[in-house]
């Protein structure tokens, strides 16, 4: 495990109280909730499954066989029937499920019926198609209502989604769907992007050219002509032709509440991304009731969480919860600074955004932008703020409350992972008092701790690595195809305990302050990069010999990458190899992960038994003095390394 310095927070003294207007009327306000999750968490979560449809009610809350969990044993239900058929009943039939707002400007509304109807008809189609129960169906879609629908219709004939962001390239979408094996993936001709085209249906032309389980490949004809693309004939189906004529009568499947219901690839500590796998009951328990409570959802709010669905705040925060909630949502396809700076500000203005949910780099971002953009707009409607991804400065934290917020809506700031499937540390707005930069408390039922490597607790305010001691209903049911990985990185670390790969110190209140990972995954602007990930791209092009890849503080997205390469003997770093090599990380892996400097050197600082030193990489990469260099081969390396980045940063 590696380490890296970090900002401490520990003479932050603010505090902010829940206001007295919130509290009357917040859905949780008496503190025993807490206490009495503590004392019987299963009876705690038992309560909550019991708001949702089963088919069969379960016989046993949780089976617990490290590392394997169940939840809500023998149990049977249907994530869409529950997002949907549930609230059709009701006064929810007609109400708002999805306002929807292109780039270009164009608008959608779709009520709970509307989306019951395009989810069936899209289920019949996918049957139509020959996708079975348990089938895996890659999606790669731009943030339009056909995604959700998408993910719905596979949750409703029990088809497991595997949703890949749209911002990934083709060779990363290829190895995603070879991974799940996925039989058909579902796409648009292209999305928006700050005006311009993202061509997804060529990128998926191209994934799948050598891909034999893909059958099928179904198209939103989003941009039309424009995305000049080609449909091959036998494979390709138009979104529309296939679900026109589609009835709105497929049955939701029975499922058993332990069954997949998705995977979703995330990053690690080695060069290949792993498929989180989450399944059905549990997840949707957990989603339903963290929703409900932490964003204290009420019938006429509309929540506004700007993920885009390709990353888990989307499937657990724009799709899952807010539908399993009945709650009407916002979702935008598009760019925060298109055409201008104030889009989103926009946008809370014109549809009365009450909850809005957001990641610190964007609030760093919009800090830059300045005050401005957004007081030119009403967001009076706002009532509470929420925040997650990455620690979040102090300093942003005020900023938010008080240019967004008006100074009178509490920030949730929610810890949680792709792995944990739901949002675990966190202040419940209408009970916990605020400190700008901690996550402050574990979720009711939640237990977690702040430990040394040997598990052992550390005292209040010394850090340590943050671990989980019981099971949660969300939690990762393991990494698709691969056990071994699953209990090695997560359950044998430390063992007996969840372990996160984030530090964490507790204050003396109990509030957690989250410091960031410590292996070697980089948080940038909120999405999780592996340094192995980009290492292996770099070392795929012709030219390199050998890269390490590090993080290094970033003002606006936390932390960005640096890549430190070794050319293959008789090439020239002249010329554009800066440019090819961040090209080509783009064409491997996605624009996200190109590193935002790279230096190339003769040799890279190496131990005696041939380890690249990572942590000295980091000090040059951040300018701070170099660590302990005792057990480097040749301490002129790295001298000389340092000479030349300092040169470099100052050029
Ligand atoms: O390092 C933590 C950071 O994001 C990591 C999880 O990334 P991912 O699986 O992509 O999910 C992101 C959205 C849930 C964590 O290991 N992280 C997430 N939320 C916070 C955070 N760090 C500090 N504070 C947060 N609120």
New binding site residues.
Partial sequence: MTSRPIESSMDERRRFPPPETFRARAVVTDERVYEEAGREPEAFWERAAGDLHWFRRWDQVLDWNLPDARWFVGGRTNMAFNCLDRHLTTARRNKAAILWEGEPGETRVLTYWDLAREVNRCANALLSMGVRRGDRVAIYMPMIPELPIAMLACARIGAVHAVVFGGFSAEALRDRINDAQAKMVITADGGYRKGTIIPLKRNVDQAIADVPTVRHVLVVRRIGEAAAIHMVEGRDRWWHRALDGMRMDSPAEEMDSEELLYILY?SGTTGKPKGIVHTTGGYMVGTYLTTKWIFDLREDDLFWCTADIG???GHSYVAYGPLLNGASILMYEGAPDWPERDRFWELVEKYGVTVFYTAPTAIRTFIRWGADWPARHDLSTLRLLG??????NPEAWMWYRKHIGGDRCPIV???????TGMIL?TPLPGITTLKPGS?TVPFPGIEAHVVDEHGAQVPPNAGGYLVLRRPWPAMLRGIYGDPARFRREYWERIPGVYF???GARRDEDGHFW?L??VDDVI?VA???IGTMEVESALVAHPKVAEAAVVGMQHEIKGQALAAFVTLKEGVDSGGDVTDELRAHVTQKIGAIARPDRIMFAAELPKTRSGKIMRRLLRDIAEGRLLGDTTTLADLSVIQGLRERYEEDVQD
């Fill in positions: 995330t990353w888990v705040t925040t997650v991804g990455e620690p979040i700031d929610t810890w949680w992972q792709t792995e540390i996550a996160t790969g984030d989250l960031g990972r948080n909120g999405h999780r």
